[in-house]
């Protein structure tokens, strides 16, 4: 090996501490813009609705239809894929359950595809 100006052969030249706060001025650098994207990513992942809220999976599914002077509740358990229950509660204009129905025809559809209609014949 070429001996270098001013040191031995092989050694690696002296460092200044003009070198060491530039070195440390840049690290401080990247780790101040890491925690930056990371306190950002934060909050925008805080705001987000998590995945299973957002397709209705939290449980039970309830849902109010009016019925002329009735309400008709409509409950889905467990509200995920795989077999579900359809609970079906007729409501009077008082807001109590009521028999006031002789025959109950149920037709399923996919509002957002070509599924459907599917008749159903409830049971109690």
Do not use: K
Not at 69 to 89: I, K, S, W
């Amino acid at each position: 090996m070429a001996a270098r100006p001013g040191g031995t052969a092989g050694a690696r030249p002296r460092r200044t501490r003009d070198d060491a706060w530039r070195t440390l001025d840049r690290i401080v650098r990247w780790e101040v813009a890491g925690l930056a994207v990371a306190v950002a990513l934060t909050a925008v992942l805080t705001t987000l609705v998590p995945a299973r809220t957002a397709a209705g999976l939290d449980g039970p599914f309830s849902q109010y239809v009016a019925l002329g002077p009735y309400q008709l509740n409509v409950t889905v358990d467990p509200n995920r894929a795989g077999t579900n229950e359809y609970h079906f509660y007729l409501l009077g204009p008082d807001g109590r359950l009521t028999d006031d129905v002789s025959e109950l025809t149920l037709a399923l559809t996919h509002p957002a595809g070509p599924i459907g209609p599917i008749a159903r014949t409830p049971t109690s």
